[in-house]
């Protein structure tokens, strides 16, 4: 309950932050461009929304790693004194651990995620129209899973990382060297080796793929409902 709770809370503002930067980001790309997204600018796109989307949750997930972490149990009544106590503790920018690893994570992901699906949807040639709404949306759940599970495999190694750094107070990180991305990258590897940097990749490309694709075209079409952007 307090995982879905917390994942419930922090959803709403992470998925508003990346999604309203990604369409943002497009738009002004496709401009600037003569009305065309290109390549590099559906790539940027998904960079850029990775960071206000970082930003926007980065606290929520802090209060969820520390709520469910093993060595926090029966430290926190609830995620409100959970919060209480890390910032009065900590001091608030301890909401802030883990930005570091948060963007690489995000910035990874989302640029080759809503790069690929944008540059896919834009070329009739990879993409081409099957004049049926159901198969369409099967299709592009298909290929938005596909993609997620192939940009997990390039950030899932810097989300254990964000973890390790949100799951430990101040004086442990510091004790255990976890003081900065790539240097904790390389020494989970060193000491642990690489399945290490890969713990729970199975469920983590699923719940991004199929996740972050339905949400995508949940918000597309909503877009689409509501006169924001033109739409078949």
Request: glycine share 10%.
């Amino acid at each position: 309950m307090v995982a879905t709770r917390l994942g419930l809370n922090r959803l709403i503002p992470r998925a508003t932050a990346a999604l309203s930067t990604l369409e943002f980001s497009q738009r002004e790309f496709a401009r600037a461009n003569g009305g065309t997204l290109s390549m590099p600018g559906a790539y940027l796109s998904g960079a850029l929304c990775a960071v206000s989307e970082s930003f926007a949750f980065a606290p929520f997930q802090v209060i969820k790693v520390r709520m469910m972490a093993r060595e926090h149990l029966g430290r926190y009544r609830n995620s409100l004194d959970c919060l209480v106590q890390v910032v009065r503790q900590e001091g608030p920018q301890a909401l802030a651990t883990g930005l570091g690893p948060t963007l690489w994570r995000n910035c990874i992901w989302n640029s080759l995620y809503y790069g690929s699906m944008a540059t896919l949807a834009a070329d009739p040639a990879l993409m081409p129209p099957l004049g049926n709404p159901l198969l369409e949306t099967a299709r592009t759940t298909v290929v938005g899973i596909a993609v997620g599970v192939v940009a997990t495999c390039f950030n899932a190694p810097f989300d254990v990382v964000k973890s390790r750094f949100q799951a430990l107070l101040p004086a442990e990180r510091r004790r255990l060297g976890y003081t900065a991305t790539l240097p904790s990258l390389a020494r989970i590897y060193r000491e642990e080796g690489p399945r290490a940097l890969y713990k729970g990749f199975v469920p983590k490309a699923l719940r991004l793929g199929l996740g972050q694709t339905i949400g995508l075209m949940v918000f597309q079409n909503s877009l689409v409902a509501f006169g924001a952007r033109e739409g078949g």
